[in-house]
Nanobody, 121 residues
């Protein structure tokens, strides 16, 4: 099994910053694209940012210029640096990754359990 564990969420004032981390563990042969999604109460889960194993990134328009995704392949970790946070960024943030567990396996999609980010004064 592959496990994704997020950390770094919390309460922050508007304009503040947070850094989310997500570590992948378990039986991993190859780790592909990783990313962050978020889900606000009563809304669907939306893409925030993704990063390929080669470092190519993609961001939701709502976070461009404020959030930065990065990854440390040796540690199987992905980060999300969130700056200039707004109340509308409040959501549960989920880590996402595609991984194969052995040579020749198709990559499967995995999700973390989520970490709450609340932006409020």
């Amino acid at each position: 099994q592959v496990h994704l564990v997020e950390s770094g969420g919390g309460l922050v004032q508007p304009g503040g910053s947070l850094r989310l981390s997500c570590g992948a563990s378990g039986s991993i042969y190859s780790l592909g694209a990783m990313g962050w999604y978020r889900q606000a109460p009563g809304k669907q889960r939306d893409l925030v940012a993704t990063i390929t194993s080669r470092g190519n990134t993609n961001y939701a328009d709502s976070v461009k210029g404020r959030f930065t995704i990065s990854r440390y392949n040796d540690k199987k970790t992905v980060y999300l640096q969130m700056n200039s946070l707004k109340p509308e960024d409040t959501a549960v943030y989920y880590c996402n990754a595609f991984a194969s567990r052995q040579y020749g396996d198709y990559a499967r999609e995995y999700w973390g359990q989520g970490t709450q980010v609340t932006v409020s004064s």
